[in-house]
């Protein structure tokens, strides 16, 4: 089983739709981070969490919320889908005891697209 | 100005030859950086990290830091097609509270 897992994969929605995203890990993370991928545009950060009450927004957050579940879970919600949203989500993980090395953990991706 | 900036190519190397990918900061106060790389449909694996400047290298890859001129790089020696991917720079901002990726350079290696 993959450390990090996001569900769904895929998922086609149509415009004004509450999606959300999940994450859960194995690996005993504390932080737990959300990108988003878009073609030439490499990965942004949309909100990350240092532990269940420290939730911070990242670059690009308007039009999205998350929430820390537990340390091993963190959601990310799409309110009201809009087509612009339309891209590939990460979740990864690390850890902060090994802040300097910046190795962060991903899941596979979750392709999300707005109709 | 974008946080981190790297050249989108394509950039494409001839196989066994020296692939040089480059990448620009504008947080003066960034203390880590990484190079990450995701071959097509994949996730994004770290290859290397670097945090003095200088050279550090591991196996065919070599990473180069000049914080002076903001400048980070990554050298692939003796270039495979298994190299082939796009590579993603990466810096933690200088509160370490965060890593920001630039948008990725796609490399090709050429049989």
């Known amino acids: 089983d993959a450390d990090v897992t996001q569900t769904p994969r895929n998922r086609i929605t149509k415009t004004g739709k509450r999606i959300m995203l999940e994450c859960s890990q194995t690996k005993g993370h504390d932080r737990m981070y959300w990108y988003r991928q878009d073609p030439g545009l490499g990965l942004r950060l949309i909100y990350y969490s240092f532990d269940v009450k420290d939730i911070n927004k990242g670059e690009i957050s308007d039009g999205y919320s998350v929430s820390r579940q537990a340390q091993a879970k963190f959601s990310l919600s799409l309110e009201s889908a809009i087509p612009n949203q339309t891209a590939l989500y990460f979740c990864?993980?690390?850890?902060?005891?090994?802040?300097?090395?910046?190795?962060?953990?991903f899941g596979e991706g979750s392709r999300l697209t707005v109709l | 100005q974008k946080e981190v900036e790297q050249n989108s190519g394509p950039l494409s190397v001839p196989e066994g030859a020296i692939a040089s990918l480059n990448c620009t900061y504008s947080d003066r106060g960034s203390q880590s950086f990484f190079w990450y790389r995701q071959y097509s449909g994949k996730s994004p694996e770290l290859i290397m990290f670097?945090?003095?400047?200088g050279d550090k290298e591991d196996g065919r890859f070599t990473a180069q830091l000049n914080k002076a001129s903001q400048y980070v790089s990554l050298l692939i020696r003796d270039s495979q097609p298994s190299d082939s991917a796009t590579y993603l720079c990466a810096v933690t901002t200088s509160s370490a509270s965060k890593i920001i990726f630039g948008s990725g350079t796609r490399l090709s290696i050429r049989p």
């Open positions: 670097i945090y003095s400047n």
């Open positions: 990864a993980t690390s850890d902060s005891k090994d802040l300097w090395t910046g190795e962060l953990f």
